[in-house]
């Protein structure tokens, strides 16, 4: 795009996202989910069927050609991987509506590095324990020293969240932010599938109490 055909949007209101949310029940996308519903952005979700295999599809390959869930479409541009969709919310809704810090601020740069902390450890430790021990998965394929090693992995990182929300009710400080809101998802849903005991834990609880009992994260909750 040259500098004549960019526009300019000073002094006028930017217009509206045409944003498209294409989703599953039961997924990653439901972060994504919980982001739209606290941030209150109109958009059109598109349910796609994991198990008839509708990721596959060629049409959703050319938006996302990993073939997965969630991917959103903002004024046709594609975007996946769940962690840049919540940045991009936060950077184009988050601030007006006090889930995302301002650009520059000390608080943006923590809810960059627990968001980003979140997604890269806890999320994937996660996923090793319960591919090596849930139901879901392939019996033949499960370890038990792997499920051991990624068991203790999550316990580690659970420490680290509890003693950052020591004296802190949201992991940036006073305010709840996407970073809370995706970490709560992913916790809330993995704990209550894993049974991974946490009452040693004297911070987590609270914490996930308060981030999954806002209404509109309840709300988003709910599956169709
Ligand atoms: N790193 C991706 C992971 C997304 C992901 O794993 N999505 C799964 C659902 S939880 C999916 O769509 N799987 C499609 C399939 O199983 O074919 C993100 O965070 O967005």
Redesign the pocket.
């Known amino acids: 795009m040259t500098a004549a055909n960019r526009i300019h949007y000073k002094g006028r209101r930017r217009p509206t996202m045409t944003i498209t949310f294409y989703y599953?029940p039961q997924?990653?996308?439901g972060r994504i989910r919980i982001s739209l519903a606290e941030l209150g952005v109109p958009h059109e979700a598109v349910r796609?069927d994991?198990r008839a295999g509708d990721?596959?599809k060629p049409e959703f390959l050319a938006l996302n050609p990993?073939?997965?869930?969630?991917t959103l479409v903002i004024d046709g541009t594609p975007m996946?991987?769940?962690?840049a969709?919540q940045i991009a919310l936060g950077e184009r809704y988050g601030v007006q509506k006090g889930l995302w810090p301002a650009p520059g601020s000390p608080e943006q740069l923590m809810a960059l590095t627990w968001l980003v902390w979140g997604?890269v450890n806890v999320?994937s430790a996660l996923y090793r324990y319960m591919k090596n021990t849930s139901e879901w998965f392939p019996k033949e394929q499960q370890d038990a020293k792997q499920a051991e090693a990624a068991l203790n992995e999550v316990r580690g990182l659970l420490r680290i969240l509890d003693s950052r929300l020591d004296g802190r009710p949201y992991v940036t400080g006073e305010r709840c932010t996407l970073a809370d809101l995706d970490l709560a998802s992913v916790l809330g849903w993995g704990l209550s599938m894993t049974k991974i005991d946490t009452s040693d834990l004297k911070n987590l609880k609270g914490w996930l109490g308060r981030v999954m009992e806002r209404p509109a994260v309840k709300a988003a909750m709910v599956d169709d």
């Open positions: 599953a997924s990653s996308a796609v994991l990721q596959r990993n073939g997965q869930v969630p996946f991987e769940s962690v969709i997604q999320t």
